[in-house]
């Protein structure tokens, strides 16, 4: 059973038209976390919710925004997609904040920029 | 800012083979865990090991949190093990908790 969904699984943009990716979980944990992995790289930190409140990575692009309407659900908005946003986007959750106990990742949303 | 080294970066076995990975992390830290992504992508925790030693299945792990390493055993490896293994360290930085992944170990295995 998927805990963890993200869709879609492929999304391609044009330069500079704001694109939405969205996650969803079944595990009702507190804590929602967005990543960016470009190729033959480790996942790197965007931001990540604790329940309501929005913990941005001060290296994060103003470019790169997210919101949490509720506890299921996450979007990261990306208002105007550069070539250098194509990579694979990752949400990933857990119980309590930050390694205090194990992350469940989504399949991951591949983002291709043309 | 804590440095998360692992080794080797590559590594080619043949099926059956045993492999021992290795991550090196230079400050003490509050969690480690070892990672598994798949060619497709999807990232699958595979332990939760801040000290000891921990199996699951043809897979163990230990992390010796005083020498700042954690070591992935896998025995009889099989082609499904192919990916990156990625091991992430999570230590308290300026009140707030930040989980820093190595830059991972590639794996392919041959059949």
């Known amino acids: 059973d998927a805990m963890v969904i993200q869709n879609p699984r492929y999304q391609v943009t044009q330069f500079g038209k704001p694109v939405t990716l969205s996650c969803s979980q079944t595990l009702n944990h507190n804590v929602m976390y967005w990543y960016q992995q470009k190729s033959s790289q480790a996942p790197k930190l965007l931001f990540h919710y604790y329940d309501k409140d929005f913990n941005n990575e001060a290296d994060t692009p103003d470019n790169f925004q997210s919101r949490r309407p509720n506890t299921s659900f996450c979007f990261l908005d990306i208002r105007s997609p550069g070539l250098g946003d194509a990579a694979m986007y990752l949400c990933a959750t857990s119980r309590q904040n930050w390694g205090r106990e194990k992350l469940f990742f989504g399949s991951g949303t591949q983002l291709s920029v043309l | 800012g804590i440095q998360v080294e692992q080794s080797p970066p590559d590594l080619i076995l043949q099926e059956g083979a045993n492999s021992t990975l290795r991550c090196n992390f230079s400050?003490?830290?509050?969690?480690l865990q070892w990672f598994h992504q798949n060619p497709w992508g999807q990232l699958i925790n595979l332990f939760y090991i801040p000290s000891g030693t921990k199996q699951n299945g043809r897979l163990s792990a230990t992390t010796v949190a005083t020498e700042r390493y954690s070591l992935l055993y896998i025995s009889s490896s099989q082609t499904t093990d192919s990916g990156v293994y990625f091991c992430?360290?999570?230590?308290?930085?300026?009140?707030?908790?930040?989980?820093?992944f190595g830059s991972g170990t590639r794996l392919l295995v041959r059949p």
């Open positions: 400050d003490s830290v509050n969690n």
């Open positions: 992430a360290v999570d230590f308290l930085m300026d009140s707030s908790y930040k989980l820093i």
